[in-house]
Protein backbone atom coordinates (compact mmCIF):
# COMPACT_ATOMS: atom_id res chain seq x y z
CA UNK A 1 0.00 0.00 0.00
CA UNK A 2 1.67 3.30 -0.92
CA UNK A 3 0.66 6.40 1.00
CA UNK A 4 4.13 7.91 1.33
CA UNK A 5 5.76 9.27 -1.93
CA UNK A 6 9.57 10.94 -0.88
CA UNK A 7 10.63 12.95 -4.35
CA UNK A 8 14.02 13.79 -4.18
CA UNK A 9 15.07 16.41 -6.52
CA UNK A 10 12.80 19.90 -6.46
CA UNK A 11 13.63 21.29 -9.91
CA UNK A 12 11.74 21.47 -13.10
CA UNK A 13 10.42 17.55 -12.87
CA UNK A 14 10.59 17.20 -8.78
CA UNK A 15 8.15 20.07 -8.03
CA UNK A 16 5.58 18.56 -10.83
CA UNK A 17 6.05 15.24 -9.71
CA UNK A 18 5.00 16.46 -5.95
CA UNK A 19 2.60 18.37 -7.17
CA UNK A 20 0.86 15.47 -8.77
CA UNK A 21 1.01 12.90 -6.04
CA UNK A 22 -0.14 15.63 -3.14
CA UNK A 23 -3.29 16.39 -5.60
CA UNK A 24 -4.09 12.84 -6.00
CA UNK A 25 -4.36 12.41 -2.04
CA UNK A 26 -0.33 11.11 -1.36
CA UNK A 27 2.03 12.59 1.49
CA UNK A 28 4.81 13.85 -0.37
CA UNK A 29 7.86 14.42 1.13
CA UNK A 30 10.22 16.56 -1.62
CA UNK A 31 14.12 16.61 -0.77
CA UNK A 32 16.48 18.61 -2.34
CA UNK A 33 20.55 19.84 -1.09
CA UNK A 34 19.55 23.35 -2.25
CA UNK A 35 17.53 24.66 0.44
CA UNK A 36 16.69 27.61 -2.26
CA UNK A 37 15.43 25.23 -4.76
CA UNK A 38 13.30 23.71 -2.44
CA UNK A 39 11.88 27.44 -1.77
CA UNK A 40 11.64 27.82 -5.60
CA UNK A 41 9.75 24.43 -5.95
CA UNK A 42 7.60 25.28 -3.51
CA UNK A 43 6.76 28.39 -5.22
CA UNK A 44 6.27 27.07 -8.61
CA UNK A 45 3.56 24.57 -7.36
CA UNK A 46 1.37 27.47 -5.25
CA UNK A 47 1.65 29.29 -8.86
CA UNK A 48 0.56 25.94 -10.78
CA UNK A 49 -2.13 25.34 -8.09
CA UNK A 50 -3.37 28.48 -8.78
CA UNK A 51 -3.74 28.30 -12.49
CA UNK A 52 -5.70 24.97 -12.00
CA UNK A 53 -7.83 26.74 -9.92
CA UNK A 54 -8.60 29.53 -12.66
CA UNK A 55 -9.10 26.96 -14.62
CA UNK A 56 -11.56 25.37 -12.50
CA UNK A 57 -9.51 22.00 -12.21
CA UNK A 58 -9.58 22.25 -8.51
CA UNK A 59 -11.20 24.08 -5.97
CA UNK A 60 -9.83 26.73 -3.42
CA UNK A 61 -10.09 23.42 -0.81
CA UNK A 62 -8.44 21.09 -3.40
CA UNK A 63 -5.46 23.94 -3.55
CA UNK A 64 -5.22 23.78 0.63
CA UNK A 65 -5.10 20.11 1.13
CA UNK A 66 -2.18 19.78 -2.30
CA UNK A 67 -0.28 22.00 -0.18
CA UNK A 68 -0.80 20.68 3.16
CA UNK A 69 0.62 17.24 2.20
CA UNK A 70 3.71 18.66 0.94
CA UNK A 71 6.94 18.48 3.58
CA UNK A 72 10.30 19.58 2.53
CA UNK A 73 13.34 18.49 3.54
CA UNK A 74 17.26 19.27 2.48
CA UNK A 75 18.30 15.89 4.58
CA UNK A 76 18.02 12.60 2.85
CA UNK A 77 17.48 10.53 5.88
CA UNK A 78 15.04 12.80 7.07
CA UNK A 79 12.97 12.86 3.99
CA UNK A 80 12.81 9.06 3.12
CA UNK A 81 12.59 7.40 6.42
CA UNK A 82 8.69 7.09 6.30
CA UNK A 83 8.52 6.66 2.38
CA UNK A 84 6.87 3.62 1.03
CA UNK A 85 8.38 5.04 -2.61
CA UNK A 86 11.06 6.93 -3.81
CA UNK A 87 11.15 8.73 -6.54
CA UNK A 88 14.33 10.12 -7.46
CA UNK A 89 14.48 13.55 -9.41
CA UNK A 90 17.79 14.60 -8.89
CA UNK A 91 20.51 16.10 -11.92
CA UNK A 92 20.85 13.99 -15.21
CA UNK A 93 24.11 12.67 -13.69
CA UNK A 94 25.44 9.19 -13.44
CA UNK A 95 27.25 9.56 -10.09
CA UNK A 96 24.45 11.56 -8.24
CA UNK A 97 21.94 8.78 -9.05
CA UNK A 98 24.46 5.99 -8.21
CA UNK A 99 25.72 7.11 -4.91
CA UNK A 100 21.50 8.73 -3.50
CA UNK A 101 20.20 4.73 -4.77
CA UNK A 102 23.13 3.26 -2.53
CA UNK A 103 22.01 5.35 0.36
CA UNK A 104 18.21 5.03 -0.33
CA UNK A 105 18.74 1.40 -0.13
CA UNK A 106 20.26 1.76 3.52
CA UNK A 107 17.87 3.93 4.55
CA UNK A 108 14.68 2.33 3.15
CA UNK A 109 13.23 -1.03 4.33
CA UNK A 110 14.00 -3.90 2.13
CA UNK A 111 10.09 -3.54 0.52
CA UNK A 112 10.41 0.22 -0.50
CA UNK A 113 9.95 0.41 -4.03
CA UNK A 114 12.89 2.99 -5.39
CA UNK A 115 12.16 4.79 -8.67
CA UNK A 116 14.08 6.94 -11.02
CA UNK A 117 12.71 9.41 -13.05
CA UNK A 118 16.15 9.56 -14.99
CA UNK A 119 15.71 10.48 -19.08
CA UNK A 120 18.25 7.90 -20.12
CA UNK A 121 20.55 6.46 -17.49
CA UNK A 122 20.60 2.76 -17.04
CA UNK A 123 17.81 1.24 -14.44
CA UNK A 124 19.50 -2.31 -14.52
CA UNK A 125 22.94 -0.08 -13.88
CA UNK A 126 20.98 1.95 -10.67
CA UNK A 127 19.94 -1.10 -9.32
CA UNK A 128 22.56 -3.07 -9.13
CA UNK A 129 24.18 -0.27 -6.39
CA UNK A 130 20.71 -1.48 -4.17
CA UNK A 131 20.15 -4.25 -1.43
CA UNK A 132 17.35 -5.32 -3.91
CA UNK A 133 17.42 -4.53 -7.66
CA UNK A 134 13.65 -6.38 -7.94
CA UNK A 135 11.95 -3.13 -6.02
CA UNK A 136 14.24 -0.42 -8.75
CA UNK A 137 12.27 0.51 -11.85
CA UNK A 138 11.68 4.00 -14.04
CA UNK A 139 8.97 5.89 -13.48
CA UNK A 140 9.41 8.74 -16.31
CA UNK A 141 6.94 11.66 -16.17
CA UNK A 142 6.91 13.80 -19.19
CA UNK A 143 6.76 17.91 -18.44
CA UNK A 144 5.01 19.75 -17.27
CA UNK A 145 4.46 16.50 -14.76
CA UNK A 146 0.70 18.24 -13.71
CA UNK A 147 -0.47 18.70 -17.62
CA UNK A 148 1.73 15.26 -19.50
CA UNK A 149 -0.28 12.00 -19.77
CA UNK A 150 2.34 9.64 -20.35
CA UNK A 151 4.23 7.75 -18.06
CA UNK A 152 7.23 5.34 -19.85
CA UNK A 153 7.57 2.37 -16.79
CA UNK A 154 11.01 1.23 -17.17
CA UNK A 155 11.91 -2.36 -16.08
CA UNK A 156 15.31 -2.66 -15.38
CA UNK A 157 16.98 -6.11 -15.83
CA UNK A 158 15.99 -7.31 -12.35
CA UNK A 159 12.66 -5.41 -12.01
CA UNK A 160 10.07 -8.00 -10.91
CA UNK A 161 6.79 -8.34 -12.62
CA UNK A 162 4.79 -7.57 -9.29
CA UNK A 163 6.99 -4.20 -8.61
CA UNK A 164 6.39 -3.44 -12.37
CA UNK A 165 2.38 -3.82 -12.04
CA UNK A 166 2.41 -2.12 -8.90
CA UNK A 167 4.11 1.20 -10.55
CA UNK A 168 1.79 0.45 -13.87
CA UNK A 169 -1.46 0.82 -11.34
CA UNK A 170 -0.18 3.60 -9.57
CA UNK A 171 0.34 6.13 -12.37
CA UNK A 172 -3.53 5.40 -13.39
CA UNK A 173 -4.19 6.09 -10.00
CA UNK A 174 -2.60 9.53 -10.88
CA UNK A 175 -5.01 9.84 -14.10
CA UNK A 176 -1.78 9.18 -16.42
CA UNK A 177 -1.61 6.93 -19.34
CA UNK A 178 1.87 4.20 -18.61
CA UNK A 179 3.36 2.56 -21.07
CA UNK A 180 5.95 -0.18 -20.03
CA UNK A 181 9.27 -0.50 -21.61
CA UNK A 182 12.81 -2.35 -21.71
CA UNK A 183 16.05 -0.58 -19.89
CA UNK A 184 17.77 0.46 -22.96
CA UNK A 185 19.62 3.19 -23.86
CA UNK A 186 17.17 6.53 -23.51
CA UNK A 187 14.50 3.61 -23.46
CA UNK A 188 11.93 4.71 -26.22
CA UNK A 189 10.77 8.44 -25.86
CA UNK A 190 14.27 10.01 -25.67
CA UNK A 191 16.15 7.26 -28.22
CA UNK A 192 13.52 8.95 -30.82
CA UNK A 193 13.09 12.69 -29.43
CA UNK A 194 17.02 13.68 -28.91
CA UNK A 195 18.52 12.43 -32.58
CA UNK A 196 15.69 14.87 -33.75
CA UNK A 197 16.46 17.83 -31.30
CA UNK A 198 20.22 17.28 -32.09
CA UNK A 199 19.37 17.12 -35.71
CA UNK A 200 17.66 20.51 -35.47
CA UNK A 201 20.66 21.78 -33.76
CA UNK A 202 22.93 20.72 -36.38
CA UNK A 203 20.72 22.53 -39.04
CA UNK A 204 20.91 25.62 -37.15
CA UNK A 205 24.64 25.41 -36.41
CA UNK A 206 25.60 24.35 -40.42
CA UNK A 207 23.39 27.89 -41.35
CA UNK A 208 21.02 25.78 -43.21
CA UNK A 209 18.41 27.91 -41.34
CA UNK A 210 17.08 30.18 -38.28
CA UNK A 211 15.91 29.28 -35.25
CA UNK A 212 12.28 30.46 -36.13
CA UNK A 213 12.59 29.31 -39.58
CA UNK A 214 13.23 25.45 -38.11
CA UNK A 215 10.91 25.66 -35.55
CA UNK A 216 8.58 26.75 -37.65
CA UNK A 217 8.69 23.99 -40.44
CA UNK A 218 8.61 21.32 -37.45
CA UNK A 219 5.80 23.08 -35.76
CA UNK A 220 3.01 23.64 -39.53
CA UNK A 221 5.17 20.74 -42.02
CA UNK A 222 5.35 18.00 -38.69
CA UNK A 223 2.17 19.19 -36.76
CA UNK A 224 4.36 19.68 -33.65
CA UNK A 225 2.83 21.72 -31.28
CA UNK A 226 6.33 23.18 -30.11
CA UNK A 227 9.47 23.16 -32.34
CA UNK A 228 12.30 21.24 -31.61
CA UNK A 229 14.87 24.49 -30.24
CA UNK A 230 11.87 25.77 -28.32
CA UNK A 231 11.48 22.24 -26.92
CA UNK A 232 14.96 21.92 -26.13
CA UNK A 233 14.71 25.07 -23.85
CA UNK A 234 11.79 23.44 -21.92
CA UNK A 235 13.48 20.79 -21.48
CA UNK A 236 16.70 22.10 -20.17
CA UNK A 237 19.64 21.95 -23.16
CA UNK A 238 21.98 20.11 -20.15
CA UNK A 239 19.20 17.95 -20.18
CA UNK A 240 19.39 17.06 -24.01
CA UNK A 241 23.37 16.92 -23.70
CA UNK A 242 23.55 14.92 -20.78
CA UNK A 243 20.74 12.24 -22.27
CA UNK A 244 22.97 12.37 -25.83
CA UNK A 245 26.00 11.54 -24.09
CA UNK A 246 24.52 8.40 -22.52
CA UNK A 247 22.75 7.17 -26.10
CA UNK A 248 26.40 8.06 -27.49
CA UNK A 249 28.43 5.77 -24.89
CA UNK A 250 25.60 3.55 -24.47
CA UNK A 251 25.24 2.20 -28.25
CA UNK A 252 28.44 3.72 -29.63
CA UNK A 253 27.52 5.03 -32.54
CA UNK A 254 28.40 8.54 -33.94
CA UNK A 255 24.87 9.67 -35.70
CA UNK A 256 24.10 10.24 -31.39
CA UNK A 257 27.41 12.53 -30.96
CA UNK A 258 25.60 16.08 -29.24
CA UNK A 259 26.47 18.89 -31.67
CA UNK A 260 29.55 21.20 -30.30
CA UNK A 261 27.18 24.19 -30.45
CA UNK A 262 24.46 22.58 -27.72
CA UNK A 263 28.08 21.47 -25.55
CA UNK A 264 28.92 25.31 -25.98
CA UNK A 265 25.69 26.64 -25.32
CA UNK A 266 25.81 24.55 -22.03
CA UNK A 267 29.21 25.36 -21.31
CA UNK A 268 28.50 28.94 -21.30
CA UNK A 269 25.63 28.35 -19.32
CA UNK A 270 22.78 29.03 -21.65
CA UNK A 271 20.71 26.10 -20.36
CA UNK A 272 17.61 27.06 -21.41
CA UNK A 273 14.42 28.18 -19.96
CA UNK A 274 15.64 27.66 -16.21
CA UNK A 275 18.76 30.34 -16.95
CA UNK A 276 16.27 32.61 -19.05
CA UNK A 277 18.21 31.84 -22.34
CA UNK A 278 18.65 29.29 -24.68
CA UNK A 279 17.74 29.44 -28.02
CA UNK A 280 15.08 31.94 -27.10
CA UNK A 281 15.67 33.96 -24.38
CA UNK A 282 13.04 34.37 -21.62
CA UNK A 283 11.72 37.44 -19.04
CA UNK A 284 9.45 36.80 -15.97
CA UNK A 285 5.94 37.54 -16.96
CA UNK A 286 6.40 37.99 -20.80
CA UNK A 287 4.72 35.20 -23.14
CA UNK A 288 6.46 36.21 -26.07
CA UNK A 289 8.70 34.07 -28.05
CA UNK A 290 11.51 36.24 -28.57
CA UNK A 291 14.97 34.42 -30.44
CA UNK A 292 18.36 34.85 -28.51
CA UNK A 293 20.61 37.77 -29.51
CA UNK A 294 23.18 35.48 -30.58
CA UNK A 295 21.05 34.22 -33.16
CA UNK A 296 19.15 37.07 -34.80
N1 LIG B 1 13.53 18.44 -17.76
C1 LIG B 1 12.76 17.57 -18.38
O1 LIG B 1 11.97 17.91 -19.28
C2 LIG B 1 12.79 16.12 -17.96
C3 LIG B 1 11.80 15.26 -18.43
C4 LIG B 1 11.77 13.93 -17.99
C5 LIG B 1 12.75 13.48 -17.11
N2 LIG B 1 13.73 14.33 -16.67
C6 LIG B 1 14.72 13.81 -15.71
O2 LIG B 1 14.34 14.24 -14.42
C7 LIG B 1 15.51 14.41 -13.61
C8 LIG B 1 15.54 15.83 -13.07
O3 LIG B 1 15.60 16.73 -14.16
P1 LIG B 1 15.19 18.27 -13.99
O4 LIG B 1 15.02 18.80 -15.35
O5 LIG B 1 14.10 18.40 -12.98
O6 LIG B 1 16.56 18.84 -13.36
P2 LIG B 1 16.81 20.23 -12.62
O7 LIG B 1 18.20 20.61 -12.90
O8 LIG B 1 15.71 21.20 -12.91
O9 LIG B 1 16.66 19.84 -11.04
C9 LIG B 1 17.49 18.90 -10.42
C10 LIG B 1 17.43 19.15 -8.90
O10 LIG B 1 18.11 18.05 -8.26
C11 LIG B 1 18.78 18.58 -7.13
N3 LIG B 1 19.81 17.64 -6.72
C12 LIG B 1 21.02 17.37 -7.30
N4 LIG B 1 21.67 16.42 -6.61
C13 LIG B 1 20.87 16.07 -5.56
C14 LIG B 1 20.99 15.14 -4.49
N5 LIG B 1 22.08 14.38 -4.34
N6 LIG B 1 19.96 15.05 -3.60
C15 LIG B 1 18.87 15.83 -3.73
N7 LIG B 1 18.69 16.73 -4.73
C16 LIG B 1 19.68 16.85 -5.63
C17 LIG B 1 19.31 19.93 -7.60
O11 LIG B 1 19.61 20.77 -6.51
C18 LIG B 1 18.13 20.43 -8.46
O12 LIG B 1 17.23 21.22 -7.69
C19 LIG B 1 16.71 14.07 -14.51
O13 LIG B 1 17.05 12.72 -14.29
C20 LIG B 1 16.15 14.28 -15.90
O14 LIG B 1 16.80 13.51 -16.87
C21 LIG B 1 13.77 15.65 -17.07
Known sequence: MIKNVTVIGSGTMGNGIAHTFAQHGFEVS???????????????????????????????????????????????????ANANLVIEAATENRE????????LSEICADEVILASN????????????????????????MNPVPVMKLVEVIRGYSTTNEVTQTIMQLAKTLEKDPVEVNDYPGFVANRILMPMINE????????????????????????????????ADFIGLDVCL???????????????????????????????????????????????LVVADKFR
Open 30 to 80: LVDINADALAKAVQTIINNLDRQLKKGNIDEQGKTDTLARIKTYTDLQQGA
Open 96 to 103: TKLKLFKQ
Open 118 to 141: TSSISITEIAAVTQNPGNVIGMHF
Open 200 to 231: AIYTLFEGVAGVQEIDTVMKLGMAHPMGPLQL
Open 242 to 288: AILKVLHDGFGNPKYAPCPLLVNMVTAGHRGVKTGSGFYKYTAGSKD
